[in-house]
């Protein structure tokens, strides 16, 4: 490999680290485009005549900028200042159910206060409307009555009064139910993530000899402020952190270390 004429080629993965224990806590491997920006200021030393004979140098800058062409839970997790868990949480379920012979069944277990799992369910109007239109059942404990309906959880069977609701009608029920999953919190008082980052790209010298290297920081402290797109586009992440000293090593004037290899 020749470093005297050399270009990286392409930025192959981002991945973070904790500080604390060194586990992993990101990885970005669809990176679009990345970007180590510099900066540095300078305060002109001046003589006779008011003529600059030295620049006093200081504030020096090193912030890193990014897309990666998916979302990653990591990431989202480092820039609000959480952790991805694992574990059993409660979501808001959408079902749109066919009623047949007075009753019908829903696709979830709905959960909540006893004679109140589902609340209210919708029945649409002939422009299929259910909020500007339609009428509202309401769940009742007991034995239903016009305009009601019970709801037994153990066979998630959803019971009508008799003809209130005819054949064929598809009504729409929102409810809670329990769903086994990874949960990301954004909380006000957390803040972003400062990790361990190694990128790593890949480089071409002028000869065309291919070789690896990578970027390494040891605190890079990750901007909190970054929009979640989607619809007509793919999801992608833009990020952004500043590297900062690290000053519990003995490395407090290091910004970065850039290794090459084959």
Excluded at 2 to 29: A, C, H, P, V, W
């Amino acid at each position: 490999m020749n470093i005297d004429r050399f270009t990286i080629t392409s930025y192959d993965q981002l991945t973070g680290f904790s500080k604390s224990t060194g586990s992993l806590e990101m990885i970005m491997d669809e990176l679009n485009d990345f970007t180590l920006s510099h900066e540095e200021e300078s305060d002109p030393i001046t003589g006779r005549g008011g003529r600059t004979i030295a620049n006093l140098k200081k504030s020096k800058k090193v912030t890193g900028k990014g897309t990666n062409g998916m979302l990653s839970g990591g990431a989202l997790a480092a820039m609000v200042g959480s952790e991805v868990e694992d574990g059993d949480y409660t979501i808001r379920y959408t079902d749109p159910i066919v009623v047949s012979s007075d009753s019908a069944t829903t696709t979830e277990t709905a959960v909540g206060t006893v004679g109140n799992e589902i609340g209210t369910i919708y029945v649409r109007d002939n422009n299929k409307a259910y909020i500007s239109g339609g009428k509202k059942l309401t769940q009742t404990s007991g034995a239903p009555v016009t305009g009601e309906f019970s709801y037994d959880p153990a066979t998630k069977t959803v019971t009508f009064f008799a003809g209130d609701v005819p054949d064929g009608t598809e009504v729409i029920a929102f409810y809670d139910t329990k769903v086994t999953g990874k949960k990301i919190s954004n909380k006000s008082d957390n803040y972003s993530n400062t990790l361990q980052v190694f990128i790593d790209c890949t480089c071409t010298d002028g000869c065309d000899n291919l070789f690896h290297g990578q970027f390494i920081i040891e605190r890079a402290d990750f901007n909190g402020t970054f929009d979640i797109k989607g619809g007509s586009e793919p999801s992608t992440l833009s990020f952004e952190f500043t590297s900062l000293p690290n000053l519990c090593t003995g490395k407090s004037n290091l910004l970065w270390d850039f290794v090459v290899f084959d």
